[in-house]
């Protein structure tokens, strides 16, 4: 019975909060418990599936249409450093410049932190957060989806200090899968899909497209990769944008980086970096949005929306709503 009650005791607490005018569940501290998976549902063909610690596998439709590598839960939560969100700050205090790298364990240890979970009552979103207590920080990260657009993920840095921050901010996604990389292709020959990896950023939109030098097959054949999964993002003004997960330690180091428009032979990313000042108790809000299965015609609608300021962020959240609704 004592023991019972120990451990209910060290159990984070659950409770319904609303954000932004919608209900979720929150689970406080989050991290004091081992990393569980969850799923993530949509109104029409999206599927995810998301580890506690941010490691994940999403697509449309099946498994043969991922955006990240389909692997099984443990694989998917022993990845979560390497895969799916990633978030680095090199935040300046006085002299001094100091990294911070949210829900990662590289810095297990080194701040007061704290980490909670929220989950949309209707199942559809899910929201990470940390909040740096010896920084005076707190950053978000939600996931939700769209019928129109993919793949949603909101980002929000929060300054919870009564004076400014300067912060440079390298945030994105990793191991983005090419179209035309199934399950199975995938489980079993991954090194040889690298090799045909090619990511190229379109400069003046600012879209990633993520696709393959040629379709991978036995036969002693031509056969062109004529599709592509592709990731674009709002928000930031210019940012400086990295199709590869290279230059990582780099940014660390406090190098500067250089901007990457086509990479081949390696894991495909979607990084932006920017320097910013935050207020005083003030924000800076950004979104990252990857679909998959796109040919030709939509990547040049695609740019044509990025390049002309067609209220995207709008018709975004408005079918993003929709599909809440339904």
Same mark, same amino acid.
């Given at each position: 019975m004592v023991k019972k009650e120990i451990q209910k005791e060290l159990m984070p607490a659950i409770q319904r909060v609303q954000l932004h005018g919608e209900q979720f569940f929150k689970l406080?501290?989050?991290?004091?418990?081992?990393?569980?998976?969850?799923?993530i549902v949509s109104n029409t063909n999206h599927w995810m599936f998301i580890s506690s610690n941010g490691g994940l596998t999403a697509g449309r439709k099946n498994a043969e249409y991922a955006l990240f590598p389909y692997y099984t839960d443990d694989k998917i939560t022993e990845s979560a450093e390497i895969?799916?969100?990633k978030t680095i700050f090199r935040v300046t205090q006085g002299s001094e410049t100091v990294i911070w790298e949210p829900f990662s364990i590289r810095f297990a240890g080194r701040f007061q932190v704290s980490r909670n979970l929220y989950k949309s009552v209707y199942g559809n979103k899910i929201i990470f957060e940390e909040i740096n207590h010896d920084l005076n920080l707190s950053f978000r990260y939600e996931w939700c989806s769209s019928n129109a657009y993919g793949f949603v993920r909101y980002a929000t840095v929060a300054n919870l200090a009564a004076t400014p921050v300067s912060l440079?901010?390298?945030?994105?996604?990793?191991?983005?899968?090419?179209?035309?990389v199934g399950s199975e292709l995938q489980n079993r020959s991954s090194n040889l899909v690298d090799a045909?990896? +090619?990511?190229?950023?379109?400069?003046? !939109?600012?879209? &990633?497209?993520?696709a393959l030098s040629a379709i991978i097959v036995d036969k002693a054949e031509p056969s062109e990769a004529l599709k592509a999964n592709v990731v674009w993002s709002l928000g930031l003004e210019n940012p400086k944008r990295l199709l590869s997960s290279l230059q990582l330690a780099d940014f660390r180091n406090g190098?500067?980086?250089?901007?990457?428009?086509d990479i081949k032979g390696e894991k495909g990313a979607y990084f932006l970096s920017q320097?910013?000042?935050?207020?005083?108790?003030?924000?800076?809000?950004?979104?990252?949005?990857?679909?998959?299965?796109?040919?030709?015609?939509?990547?040049? +609608?695609?740019?044509?929306?990025?390049? !002309?300021?067609? &209220?995207?962020?709008?018709a975004l959240a408005a079918d993003i709503e929709t599909g809440t609704q339904k």
């Open positions: 406080t501290d989050s991290d004091e418990m081992r990393p569980f998976f969850m799923s895969t799916g969100s440079v901010l390298l945030d994105g996604l990793q191991n983005i899968v090419p179209f035309g045909y990896k +090619r990511s190229e950023l379109h400069a003046a !939109s600012g879209l &990633g497209i993520f190098h500067a980086l250089g901007e990457e428009t320097e910013i000042t935050l207020p005083a108790n003030g924000e800076k809000g950004w979104t990252i949005v990857a679909n998959v299965n796109q040919d030709h015609a939509a990547v040049a +609608r695609l740019i044509h929306d990025l390049q !002309s300021d067609s &209220g995207l962020a709008e």
